[in-house]
């Protein structure tokens, strides 16, 4: 299966085209210079049922870490740097986002940090300094598929709720 | 072909609406289609649960719009419309829905019509009706405030928000929520789970069940009380309690 690039330019209906269409395994996301991103973006990529990879690189406001915590992994460029300020973060829920995905204290030291660099966001663990061309055709297989989704669910579930869900699943494999 | 097709899985039968052109929208017509198929199907000895669907993709999208524009309120009192959704109602036989994408409007009230909903991760529920100028007529204001509160049905009736699968499975709304896909599958699990139950039982529980939301406490506790004593009368009963006695598995007859 083929990975489709989409770029922040692209928006949501970038987004959308490439969960459609049934040729596409997954979604390399290219979230360079990422300012002011459309709320509706991060939204969208973390409700794919394809696995996406994120590359955030250039500098970058708080929205680079909404692409990366919606995103299945995320990589970071050496010359990545992310301003964090308080009307991006709220405006795109990353008081909820991140600690759902890292934890509350080390998404407490991404939030109160002002700036971070490449280590920093490496360290957090939101991203790591992989090839993102290479993790995305790692993951265009189905069974990965299956696991964004079985993971998107089991957030919003108990164990036993989250385990009938992927009962079902697994038939679909 | 016809706007709802009838499948049998031993005495599971599966309903799917099939009006893909329009969304599933609740024609006059597909209304009239869907009481009489649940109607035959109530009346069958052999069919012990129903499953209703839409399908994988949506369950359906509301009512025929178009349609409603055109009606005069005695046109509308005097359509098969009312009628079909009271037939609808009637029905005894236990009504699993297996809802995927939209479940809206009047496709919101068809689904919480029935006695469970396994949901897909992808279903949406919601009463849009005031954003037309309109208000739900087949019990959403009602159904959504018995289900979830009267300040739940509030949100949903006035604003019009929808509800997501999970969203509604937390608000009691959804019995089980599986991949899309698999959401008929899965309902015709439960309903099969249901099915194996004796079925006079089944039926009796379920009127019961409904009385909750018809009857003041007492007189629902007396209506159970009845529906025991007339267990208590039936052959089911006596093989129910002698299989489970035996360590085997029993064999109802419906008697």
Known sequence: MEVRQVSLSDGVAGLRAAGRDPAVGAVL??????????PAFPRRLESLDTPTVAVVSGDCDAGALAVLAAATLGVVTDDVTVTVEHPTVLGLGLTWSLPAALGAVPARRLLFAATLDAWALRASGLAHDGDPAAEAARLAVPGAALLVRSLRVAARSTPAQALAYDDELRRLG | MGKVTTSHDGAVAVLTLNSPDNRNALSTDLLVELADALEELDADDGVHAIVLTGGPSLFASGADVRQLRDLSPVEYAASPRATSWRRIGAVG???????????????????????LVVAADTAVFGQPEVRLGLVPGAGGTQRWARAAGRYTAAGVVLTGRTVDAFEARDLGLVHRIVPAQRVVAA?????????????????????????????????????????????????????????????????????
């Open chain 1, 29 to 38: 996301v290219d979230a360079t210079g990422a300012r002011e991103i459309d």
């Open chain 2, 93 to 115: 036989t236990p009504v699993v829905a297996a809802v995927a994408g939209v479940a809206l409007g009047g496709g919101c009230e068809l689904a919480l019509a029935a006695d």
């Open chain 2, 187 to 255: 309902a015709v699990t439960v309903a099969g789970q249901i099915a194996a139950n004796g079925p006079l039982a089944v039926r009796a529980a379920r009127a019961a069940v409904r009385r909750a939301e018809e009857l003041p406490l007492g007189a629902a506790m007396e209506f159970e009380r009845q529906q025991l004593l007339l267990m208590l009368t039936s052959d089911d009963h006596v093989e129910g309690i002698t299989a489970l006695l035996d360590k085997r598995a029993p064999r109802f007859t419906g008697r």
